[in-house]
């Protein structure tokens, strides 16, 4: 059985082509699952603009403050987010699988743009060499709580990179990246979540981040409301409120988001529903905490309530048949999705 994670967004228009044929992941495609990691789903780190960014971004929301700071060559974009996305992904793969990590990997540069469907051209490569340098010049000051720790620190979004291996024209084929502590311990803590592998199809910067927002807020629950005005605030928009209205508005007519739709309600609300789990309220399976801890157990560094959502999906496909026993019923599924898996 396909993952959940991606289904219903491949044939919608808007997205960007899948440039390499559906061949991403072949081999590691439930260990190497794309993942972000929460803290930067949920506060708005990364720039939303296409052209190079010199502002000071300051954010401030229950408590939560971040500061942005620019290198020369401007902040780190929701493009450039990529390469900490596959990252993440390679790390929760060798976590998952029991194989020793540390902060620095070692990447092939053309398996980064065939994960996170860039182009492979000349251009691509130069493209990929200055996203490396926004996220290496690019500070954060935040109190942000990573792995349970709450410190008011400095960083760069990665610590260092380095060209390891190039072509005699210049080209790079083997990175090392050196990630910043404080994403390394989101890692170890597991405080990340899977994303659709459609979300680097997404061409707009603002789509990406509506997405995120979506990803961490809505999550297996069947919607999610927000106000207008705060969406803007989470998602870091410079634009005034009535252009930002107008974007999200944008959005909710081409209907392309992976996993979500958007319609716009009364009082400037935003209603983020799941596309794969039209299930109201009250209805459908429910499964007990202790069910999940024990899917906990069984699945280590998976995000169960994903896996949950993509077992109510299948549940909901399948005519949404009367469960004597929905937790043995999870987990039996379950059991057979870890098999898939290996």
């Known amino acids: 059985?396909?993952?959940?994670?991606?289904?219903?967004?491949?044939?919608?228009?808007?997205?960007?082509?899948?440039?390499?044929?559906?061949?991403?992941?072949?081999?590691?495609?439930?260990?190497?699952?794309?993942?972000?990691?929460?803290?930067?789903?949920?506060?708005?780190?990364?720039?939303?603009?296409?052209?190079?960014?010199?502002?000071?971004?300051?954010?401030?929301?229950?408590?939560?403050?971040?500061?942005?700071?620019?290198?020369?060559r401007g902040l780190a974009t929701m493009f450039d987010k990529d390469i900490l996305?596959?990252?993440?992904?390679?790390l929760m793969a060798a976590?998952?699988?029991?194989?020793?990590?540390?902060?620095?990997?070692?990447?092939?540069?053309?398996d980064l743009m065939m994960a996170t469907n860039r182009e492979t051209s000349g251009d691509g490569y130069q493209r990929l060499r200055e996203a490396f340098e926004r996220l290496?010049?690019?500070?954060?000051?935040?109190?942000?709580?990573?792995?349970?720790v709450e410190a008011t620190t400095g960083f760069g979004l990665i610590?260092?990179?380095?060209?390891?291996?190039?072509?005699?024209?210049?080209?790079?084929?083997?990175?090392?990246?050196?990630?910043?502590?404080?994403?390394?311990?989101?890692?170890?803590?597991?405080?990340?979540?899977?994303?659709?592998?459609?979300?680097?199809?997404?061409?707009?910067?603002?789509?990406?981040r509506v997405y995120e927002l979506a990803r961490k807020h809505c999550g297996r629950q069947p919607e999610w409301r927000v106000g207008m005005g705060t969406l803007a605030k989470k998602s870091g928009s410079a634009s005034p409120l009535r252009v930002f209205r107008?974007?999200?508005?944008?959005?909710?007519?081409?209907?392309?988001?992976?996993?979500?739709?958007?319609?716009?309600?009364?009082?400037?609300i935003l209603r983020v529903t799941r596309r794969d789990l039209v299930i109201l309220p009250g209805e459908g399976p429910l499964l007990k905490s202790a069910t999940l801890e024990t899917a906990r157990e069984m699945m280590p560094g998976w995000d169960v309530h994903a896996l949950e959502a993509e077992w109510r999906a299948v549940w909901a496909a399948t005519g949404r048949p009367k469960l004597r026993a929905p937790d043995a019923a999870f987990l039996g599924w379950l059991r057979k999705r870890g098999a898939a898996s290996r």
């Open 159 to 208: 610590e260092s990179w380095q060209i390891l291996r190039a072509t005699k024209g210049g080209r790079m084929v083997q990175v090392a990246v050196t990630l910043s502590d404080w994403l390394y311990r989101a890692v170890l803590s597991h405080s990340v979540l899977t994303l659709s592998r459609d979300y680097f199809r997404l061409r707009k910067p603002l789509e990406r």
């Open 246 to 268: 107008r974007m999200i508005r944008d959005m909710v007519a081409e209907d392309h988001l992976p996993e979500y739709r958007l319609a716009e309600e009364p009082g400037d």
């Open 1 to 72: 059985m396909a993952s959940a994670v991606g289904l219903g967004a491949s044939g919608r228009r808007g997205l960007a082509p899948d440039r390499h044929g559906g061949d991403v992941f072949v081999c590691d495609i439930f260990d190497a699952l794309p993942k972000d990691d929460i803290g930067s789903m949920e506060h708005p780190v990364f720039s939303l603009s296409t052209r190079p960014d010199l502002r000071v971004l300051e954010y401030a929301h229950n408590g939560v403050t971040v500061t942005v700071v620019p290198s020369v």
């Open 95 to 110: 976590l998952n699988a029991g194989r020793p990590v540390s902060r620095e990997l070692r990447l092939t540069a053309h």
């Open 136 to 148: 290496a010049g690019t500070r954060i000051t935040t109190n942000l709580v990573t792995g349970g």
């Open 85 to 90: 996305i596959y990252c993440i992904s390679q």
